[in-house]
């Protein structure tokens, strides 16, 4: 079965939806980590609780010593950031050399992962075959970056757009712009709660996530 890595920021609700579908038999690959930006993270409290290993890489701790008005310096710390991730999921530690009885991962998943990857991680991971993926919480090329949900909700209320929906999708340079795997729609209801929304949004996205990787598992299979 393919090695899943999934990466994670927050609450981590698709985390679990990976982790029961995988319980069920139902996900084409096993999650053998999860690597957090966050300490806080209540998705590493999901994944302990799974028996799954977890690792931190907070860009908080490349950025000791630095002030916000030191920007080239924080510039280099988060190349430095992300040229350790790139060794953390290909070498299972930031060291240069692979961890003895590490696997590397066949596919990654970002679940709320909230750090935009620059080329010092994609290019790495691409030549070492490893496939990346990201779920968004809103249709191709609408809403890109972040609050994604928060802003398609608006743009249904002032009427601008009657659908809104997740998508599964490949991770490249441009931030949310990679090919579609999969696509999830929903309308978006006049007067409808923002909670509302964001509730048929997680729901949604909890079932796109489980079907997205199978479908990403499936091609990596052939
Ligand atoms: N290459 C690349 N990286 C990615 C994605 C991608 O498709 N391409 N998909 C991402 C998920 N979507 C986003 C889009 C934008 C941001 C973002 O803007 N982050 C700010 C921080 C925002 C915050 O801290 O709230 C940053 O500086 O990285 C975060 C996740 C994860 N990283
Ligand atoms: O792609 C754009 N940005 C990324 C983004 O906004 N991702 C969203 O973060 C949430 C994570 O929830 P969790 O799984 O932690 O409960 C979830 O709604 C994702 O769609």
């Not at 916000?68 to 991730?85: G, I, M, Q, T, V």
């Not at 997740?166 to 309308?187: F, N, Q, S, T, Y």
Request: hydrophobic share 35%; charged share 25%; aromatic share 4%.
């Amino acid at each position: 079965m393919p090695d899943i890595t999934v990466l994670i920021s927050g609450s981590g609700s698709n985390l679990q939806a990976l982790i029961d579908a995988e319980k069920k038999g139902e996900l084409g690959g096993t999650i053998t980590q999860v690597v957090s930006s966050s300490d806080t993270a209540y998705g590493l409290t999901r994944a302990s609780q799974a028996s799954i290993g977890t690792k931190t890489h907070i860009l908080k701790n490349y950025y000791k010593g630095t002030t916000k008005e030191d920007k080239s310096e924080r510039e280099a710390r988060r190349e430095k950031f992300n040229e350790d991730l790139a060794k953390l999921l290909i070498n299972g530690d930031i060291r240069d050399t692979p961890v003895d009885g590490y696997t590397k991962p066949d596919l990654v998943v970002c679940a709320g992962w909230m750090l935009i990857l620059s080329p010092t991680v994609l290019t790495p991971l691409e030549k070492t075959g490893i496939t990346i993926i990201n779920l968004h919480p809103a249709l191709p090329g609408a809403f890109d970056g972040t609050h994604a949900i928060e802003r398609a909700w608006k743009a249904g209320q002032s009427g601008d757009i009657t659908t809104g929906g997740v998508m599964i999708h490949k991770v490249i340079a441009e931030v949310d712009r990679g090919a579609p795997v999969l696509v999830k729609e929903i309308d978006l209801r006049k007067d409808e709660s923002l909670d509302d929304y964001e509730t048929r949004i997680h729901d949604l996205e909890h079932v796109a996530i489980v079907e997205g990787t199978n479908i990403v598992l499936k091609e990596l299979a052939k």
